[in-house]
Every structure is written in structure tokens, then in C-alpha cells.
């Protein structure tokens, strides 16, 4: 076991496919990639299978370049724990299956105004992505995700005050974004 080594350390012994860094590097995040995943998953169990897939990723792609390799985990993780989500939803297998009364577009919901939210959405999304990397994730993790701040404080291993700040910042830079961008329009 290497407790004392980096993370960008662990990763160059595991390219060097040193099995003890990978062993080192997953005792270090399984945990807490676990209690990541089921926020997602809202299952343990499954949360653990998506965690043990990441780190055999992670050994079968070692020769692949990983700069920030806590960034990359938890990433990872909530991309996989989506990823099973989404997998898991199931498909609709006939029109009685649909919920009519549900689905039925409203007046307020034409075409235009649905393209319209689209585009907004994207054009916000755009302006999240240039935000400095904790910004954006803490800013995501919250809105996007729903986490209170505990959970975003526990799962980036930061204090909850920091979470606090990170957040004001971030809503803040991004409504600057927003009041630079002349065609934004806010559907309400």
C-alpha cells in the first residue's frame, strides 16, 4: 500500500500496471464513490457494482493520460450511476401504456416555446461549462442534481461552507454571464 503517494502518483504506478497503486487508489475512493452512486442509484447494492466497474475501467484503460484523478472518479461515477438509471427505465411496450391525460400537450406547450426553453437551457448550460471546474461542480451537484449541501460537502470531501461559498460564487458569475448575453431570453 502506498497511503503517503499523490493521486496523480497512484495513477503513474498503475500505468506502470503496479496492481498495489490500484488497490491504494480504490481503498482511498470506494466509500465515498459508493455514497455518490446511490444518491444516483438510491441503492446500495448497486452503487457498489457501479464503483468495482469504475476501478476495472480504470485498470483496463491505464494507459490512458488522467490529469485530475479524483475529478475523473467522481465523474466517472456519476456518469455510470446516470448510465444505470437510464438503462433501467422501462420502455413503453404499448399505447395503453401511456398515461393519455399525462402526456397531452397543453396550450402553453407548442412547439416554439418548447424550442425556445431548449435553447435556453443549452445557451445556460454553455455558460456553466466556461465556470472554473469547483464551481461547476458544486453549482451542478446542486441544481442540476438536487443535493443539499451536506451531501455535496461529503461527497467532494469539503466543508460545508465551502460548498456555501463555492455555490454563491458560482450563481453569481453566472448571472454576469447571463446579463452579457444579448439574445437570452428567460421563458417563465
Avoid at 483496463?60 to 475523473?72: E, H, P
Avoid at 395503453?96 to 406547450?109: A, N, S, T, W
Avoid at 435556453?120 to 446542486?142: F, G, H
Wanted: glycine share 4%.
Amino acid at each position: 500500500m502506498y497511503p503517503a503517494l499523490t493521486d496523480e502518483a497512484l495513477m503513474g504506478l498503475i500505468q506502470q500496471s503496479n496492481p498495489v497503486a490500484l488497490e491504494t487508489l480504490f481503498n482511498r475512493y470506494y466509500k465515498t464513490l459508493c455514497q455518490l452512486c446511490t444518491v444516483y442509484t438510491k441503492d446500495y447494492t448497486v452503487a457498489e457494482e457501479i464503483t468495482a466497474n469504475l476501478f476495472i475501467k480504470l485498470w483496463d484503460n491505464r494507459d490512458t493520460a488522467i490529469l485530475n484523478v479524483k475529478s475523473y472518479l467522481f465523474v466517472a461515477a456519476k456518469n455510470l450511476s446516470l448510465n444505470h438509471i437510464q438503462k433501467k427505465k422501462d420502455p413503453v411496450h404499448s399505447i395503453e401504456d401511456i398515461d393519455l391525460q399525462g402526456h397531452v400537450l397543453k396550450d402553453r406547450d407548442n412547439p416554439f416555446k418548447i424550442l425556445s426553453g431548449r435553447e435556453s437551457y443549452d445557451k445556460i448550460l454553455n455558460l456553466i461549462d466556461t465556470l472554473p471546474t469547483s464551481q461547476r461542480q458544486v453549482l451542478l451537484m446542486s441544481r442540476i442534481d438536487n443535493l443539499d449541501k451536506n451531501e455535496i460537502a461529503k461527497v467532494l470531501g469539503i466543508s460545508v461552507r465551502t460548498v456555501e461559498t463555492t455555490l454563491y460564487q458560482s450563481i453569481k458569475k453566472l448571472r454576469q454571464l447571463l446579463k452579457g448575453q444579448h439574445n437570452f431570453t428567460s421563458e417563465g
